[in-house]
């Protein structure tokens, strides 16, 4: 399995010996890889979901013997053409045709490797997460112009990203691997739609090792934007955005979720659910 020139293996993932603070590169994918799975994460193959908490889960350190994966070439990406209020410049970004190979080598090194492969639950979810934005960023772009995810067919629908034996689309990954394996609430407040509603895409890649912080702060970015989540102290009304209420399941009790972020709501409140802005995070539509 030839891995692409511009974000190889040696490139994309690493690991760590417990004898040397330096990280050391791995150089091909093919039978190497499987190796440092078997030595490194016995639980690689067959694994089974471990159980998680209904609360928010909040993972172990990492030990120091773990296969780590380098989102460099998306966290590069991402400052140069995302700006603080997750707006996308696609025009440039098209435009751009280097840093379009770059973008699709990550991905398809990532699908290439496998994120459950990768032993650790640090590791696994940050892989997972980066992954699926990345591919939305690569599929709105495909079809750009458009002012909205919805304009381009079966955006959401399409089986087309194999990862192992299986082909997966956005809705596969929102079902299969956030909802059902990772269970993490703050991912539903992290992982993009490519809209200006829900969750906005943030000027950097996220990092296994700082995963928890990262996604503690996208969870209150998300519930402090007055597009997601506004109180109104007259009709003690709490306006909250349709997207939480679709993901209800994988959020639990979502004014419990809610006030766990945003202290001072008074102890009696009504939940009304409003309409999500599909319109596309871009920034030429701001």
């Known amino acids: 399995m030839a891995l692409r020139k511009t974000t190889s293996l040696g490139s994309i993932l690493k690991y760590r010996k417990r004898t040397s603070s330096s990280i050391h590169v791995i150089a091909s994918v093919s039978a190497a890889i499987f190796l440092i799975i078997l030595l490194f994460s016995p639980t690689a193959f067959g694994q089974v979901p ?3 908490p209904e609360s928010i889960p909040k993972a172990s350190p990492p030990p120091e013997d773990i296969i780590r994966i380098n989102h460099e070439v998306l966290d590069r990406i991402l400052r140069k053409y995302v700006d603080k209020k997750g707006l996308v410049d696609y025009k440039s970004l098209k435009r751009d045709k280097e840093d379009l190979a770059l973008l699709k080598s990550y991905i398809d090194d990532l699908c290439e490797i496998n994120p459950d492969l990768l032993g650790h ?8 997460l980066n992954l699926h934005n990345a591919i939305v960023l690569w599929q709105v772009l495909e079809k750009y112009p458009l002012t909205s995810p919805l304009k ?12 192992g034996s299986k082909k997966y689309s956005l809705l596969d990954f929102e079902q299969e ?7 993490d609430p ?11 509603g829900g969750a906005r895409l943030p000027p950097f890649a996220y990092s296994g090792d700082k995963i928890e912080e990262q996604l503690d702060e996208a969870a209150v970015r998300f519930l402090k934007e007055p597009y997601n989540v506004v109180w109104d102290p007259k009709k003690k009304r709490l306006f909250v955005t349709g997207y939480l209420d679709w993901h209800r399941e994988e959020l639990g009790n979502i004014e419990m979720l809610i006030r766990s972020y945003q202290k001072g709501l008074p102890e009696k409140i009504s ?5 999500f802005n599909w319109t596309l995070n871009d920034r030429a539509l701001e």
């Open 50 to 52: 471990q159980e998680q």
């Open 121 to 128: 639950p640090t590791e696994i979810n940050t892989a997972w």
């Open 152 to 163: 381009a067919p079966n955006f959401f629908s399409e089986q087309r990203w194999k990862i």
């Open 177 to 183: 691997i956030f909802k059902k394996k990772i269970r």
């Open 186 to 196: 703050r991912m539903v407040m992290a992982r993009v739609l490519a809209t200006q």
């Open 271 to 275: 939940i009304v659910y409003g309409p």
